[in-house]
């Protein structure tokens, strides 16, 4: 972030005592400098988002508690296993006038075969997101632009859209453990599944609780939200760095992508250009062939008639593949960036949750301390408590007050900190997947380019051929 006051040669912020000489005009100034830097370039204002400074820190903070067990279920134990989705068909539902796309699903390897429509995986993800809420939940595909919901191309873009959300989730193991996602694949029976459907309904399924995560080994690793250096550090701007950094992102690759499609645009217009002009050269080629005049101007006008015929199809095809290959690319550093941000979002909502009642826990705990009626501090009968020592050491008196109270708070806190724990391996997998996935884009975009860079070099050597 640009420091103004540096800018201004001035080692320290003007004090009262020494204003500048006008203190609305600085201001002004410094608004609008600021203001300025965000709209040019949003990253002036992200702090570095290197994984490995949190990382370090929850390092030195980490613990590790007892959760509940995962259960395997009949997808578990089945490696690489694959739903194929086909035959998109349109169905007319004249009872509810409603329309929709209904498409096939089958599972091989378990030989299931189910009906789904695109509200469906709606409910997946939505329950998937419930259950496992620091995990990374491919986003689907949009369910319909302007009026395309039911033209063929925009299905078939769906259809990949919806694949890649399968093969996603299917890649992982716990995922696979999830009953809604066995109810997806294989239940057969519409009237059944719907009644699924309304039975396990996500905000039933909300893991708000650390007492409802669950791991294969019953064990967990968390950042320890107690620990001092954790509470020193303001970790929360680290995450909001790398919301904001993902957010920049998208607006950047919207302006791309727009950028594309009007490069799309003027090509298909140019193409189009190009053929009149093809058809332009053939109907002069037909005029001086019936007057019976000048048969090398005849020729001439064929050369510049095959010329745009191929120019027309070098245009259309590159055009299709930077067109498709790009915004195949942007496609997938929107959905990791969108996906990686819900769950910072999520984390931020579990942080202000925590930062509330710990706040207004500990405020009752002053009032309570004040008054030193210990008949009213609420605390665990059960345990062993100094009497002598609770009158002189106020931290021990709050840690054994309102027990109940600071149950639920320290399991708010397991829970914050195992979004953080699990968080940052996730801006991790991102940041691999995006290098992987860019660098596998960059090759497959050059091998489907290069033939028409050579069909551009035979045409010009056609042409040079045929003049000669």
């Known amino acids: 972030m640009v420091n103004y006051y540096q800018n201004q040669n001035w080692t320290n912020p003007p004090s009262s005592s020494n204003p500048p000489p006008s203190q609305s005009i600085f201001q002004k100034v410094s608004e609008?400098?600021?203001?300025?830097?965000?709209?040019?370039?949003?990253?002036?204002?992200?702090?570095?988002?290197?994984?490995?400074?949190?990382?370090?820190?929850?390092?030195?903070?980490?613990?590790?508690?007892?959760?509940?067990i995962l259960q395997k279920s009949k997808l578990s134990d089945i490696k690489e296993i694959k739903a194929i989705i086909s035959n998109p068909r349109k169905i007319n539902d004249s009872l509810?006038?409603?329309?929709?796309?209904?498409?096939?699903?089958?599972?091989?390897?378990?030989?299931?075969?189910?009906?789904?429509?695109?509200?469906?995986?709606?409910?997946?993800?939505?329950?998937?997101?419930?259950?496992?809420?620091?995990?990374?939940?491919?986003?689907?595909?949009?369910?319909?632009?302007?009026?395309?919901?039911?033209?063929?191309?925009?299905?078939?873009?769906?259809?990949?859209?919806?694949?890649?959300f399968l093969d996603e989730i299917l890649k992982n193991d716990i995922i696979k453990t999830a009953e809604p996602l066995i109810s997806f694949l294989s239940l057969t029976e519409r009237n059944f599944f719907e009644q699924q459907m309304k039975i396990i309904n996500p905000k039933n399924l909300n893991a708000d609780n650390i007492l409802n995560i669950k791991t294969f080994n019953?064990?967990?690793e968390i950042a320890d939200m107690e620990n001092e250096l954790l509470n020193n550090i303001s970790n929360r701007n680290y995450f909001n760095s790398v919301e904001e950094f993902f957010n920049s992102q998208k607006d950047e690759i919207k302006e791309i992508k727009n950028n594309l499609t009007e490069y799309s645009l003027l090509m298909i217009k140019a193409s189009k250009h190009l053929e009149q002009i093809e058809q332009g050269f053939n109907r002069?080629?037909?005029?001086?062939?019936?007057?019976?005049?000048?048969?090398?101007?005849?020729?001439?006008?064929?050369?510049?008639?095959?010329?745009?015929?191929?120019?027309?199809?070098?245009?259309?095809?590159?055009?299709?593949?930077?067109?498709?290959?790009?915004?195949?690319?942007f496609k997938y550093l929107k959905n990791k960036g969108?996906?990686?941000?819900?769950?910072?979002?999520?984390?931020?909502?579990?942080?202000?949750?925590?930062?509330?009642?710990?706040?207004?826990?500990?405020?009752?705990?002053?009032?309570?301390?004040?008054?030193?009626?210990?008949?009213?501090?609420?605390?665990?009968?059960?345990?062993?408590?100094?009497?002598?020592?609770?009158?002189?050491?106020?931290?021990?008196?709050?840690?054994?007050?309102?027990?109940?109270?600071?149950?639920?708070?320290?399991?708010?806190?397991?829970?914050?900190?195992?979004?953080?724990?699990?968080?940052?391996?996730?801006?991790?997998?991102?940041?691999?997947?995006l290098e992987k996935y860019s660098v596998e884009n960059l090759v497959n975009f050059s091998k489907q380019i290069e033939p028409t860079v050579t069909d551009v070099v035979n045409v010009w050597s056609n042409l040079a051929s045929n003049i000669n």
């Open 96 to 164: 509810l006038k409603n329309n929709y796309i209904l498409y096939d699903i089958t599972t091989p390897k378990l030989n299931w075969y189910v009906n789904r429509r695109y509200s469906d995986f709606i409910w997946l993800r939505e329950i998937l997101s419930s259950l496992f809420p620091t995990i990374l939940i491919p986003q689907l595909p949009k369910k319909k632009i302007g009026n395309r919901r039911f033209e063929e191309d925009f299905i078939q873009k769906r259809i990949k859209g919806l694949q890649n």
């Open 32 to 68: 609008t400098a600021m203001n300025l830097i965000k709209k040019e370039d949003p990253l002036n204002l992200i702090t570095d988002i290197n994984p490995k400074f949190l990382d370090d820190l929850i390092n030195k903070s980490k613990k590790e508690i007892n959760c509940q």
């Open 284 to 329: 002069l080629n037909q005029f001086y062939n019936k007057a019976n005049l000048a048969k090398d101007i005849c020729n001439v006008f064929e050369q510049y008639q095959i010329f745009c015929k191929n120019w027309k199809r070098i245009h259309i095809n590159q055009t299709n593949i930077i067109s498709n290959k790009l915004n195949e690319y």
């Open 218 to 220: 019953g064990k967990s």
């Open 338 to 433: 969108e996906s990686l941000v819900e769950l910072i979002k999520r984390q931020n909502e579990v942080q202000s949750d925590y930062d509330k009642i710990r706040e207004d826990l500990t405020n009752k705990k002053e009032n309570l301390w004040k008054k030193m009626d210990i008949s009213k501090w609420e605390m665990n009968q059960m345990a062993q408590i100094d009497s002598a020592l609770l009158f002189r050491d106020k931290n021990y008196a709050f840690s054994k007050m309102c027990f109940q109270e600071t149950m639920l708070v320290n399991n708010k806190g397991d829970l914050l900190g195992f979004y953080y724990i699990n968080n940052i391996l996730n801006i991790k997998k991102v940041i691999e997947c």
